[in-house]
């Protein structure tokens, strides 16, 4: 009998997340991102040119934050949802988070829950499992220069199918920022 090797394909997307970057973007972003396929952002993002610059170096998925101006909330929106291979996703600034979640978000999440549920704002880094709804919430803090943390940090996990895993964080002081 003849066995002939056979070639499984993986479809596994690799996500970079950041949020807060208010018109900053740390040059450790792109050396941390450097395996990804593409860049989400969480919001406040500062400006255009911010954004455009993540976009070219990967494809960017993105919503506006509170401090985003028109130049940014003409091009993205509030929520973005979403599958990523078969995990469903939401992605707004102001979520929240399992426990307390946002008022204008809170019914929706909770009739209709998505397997990832990312948000940014607060400037802390949090990755917690809502039991109750079943999904995963990330936010990955603050990547810029403004604001009270006292680190920046960014975020990077593998999707693949129905799992989200592999999730990695880079963490930097502010001093460090030039």
Known sequence: MLFLPFIIYLQLIRIGLISDTHSYLHPKVFEFFEPCDEIWHAGDIGNIGLADQLNKFRPLKAVYGNIDGTDVRTV?????????????????????????????????????????????????????????????????GAAGKYGFHKVITFVRFIINDDRIYDLEIMELEKTTLT
């Open 76 to 140: 993205y929106r509030l929520h973005e949802k979403f599958y990523c291979e078969k995990v469903a996703v939401w992605i707004t600034h102001i979520g929240g988070y399992p426990g307390n979640y946002s008022p204008d978000i809170r019914p929706q999440i909770k009739s209709n829950p998505p397997r990832l549920f990312i948000s940014g704002h607060s400037h802390i880094l949090k990755v917690i499992n809502d039991e109750k709804l079943g999904l995963l919430h990330i936010n990955p």
